[in-house]
């Protein structure tokens, strides 16, 4: 059984700055992609942030120059630095995993229960 916790998340003022984790337990061989995504009240989730399993990266336009997502293979943490927050980062922010539980396998897809980050004065 794989499971995805996120923490990190909390109030922040505009201008400052957050770091999200997931941490990555269970039967897992290796992380095939790890993403970052978001869900305000009212709207839709949102592809936010990704990372390959070689390391590759992208963003949402909106977060590009602001927030950064990185892993460590080894301790099976994905994160995501969040700077400059604005109001209208505020959402619940949801890991995504694509899970690999051994060798050959095809990877399994699993998300994180969400943490809350508000930004406001």
């Known amino acids: 059984q794989v499971q995805l916790v996120e923490f990190g998340g909390g109030l922040v003022q505009p201008g400052g700055s957050l770091r999200l984790s997931c941490a990555v337990s269970?039967?897992?061989?290796?992380?095939?992609?790890a993403n970052w995504y978001r869900q305000a009240p009212g709207k839709q989730r949102q592809f936010v942030a990704g990372i390959s399993s070689g390391g590759n990266v992208n963003y949402v336009d909106s977060v590009k120059g602001r927030f950064t997502v990185s892993k460590d293979n080894a301790k099976n943490l994905v994160f995501l630095q969040m700077n400059s927050l604005k109001p209208e980062d505020t959402a619940v922010y949801y890991c995504?995993?694509?899970?690999?539980?051994?060798?050959?396998?095809?990877?399994?897809?699993?998300w994180g229960q969400g943490t809350q980050v508000t930004v406001s004065s």
């Open positions: 269970g039967s897992i061989f290796s992380i095939a992609a």
């Open positions: 995504y995993a694509a899970i690999v539980a051994s060798s050959g396998a095809v990877p399994r897809a699993y």
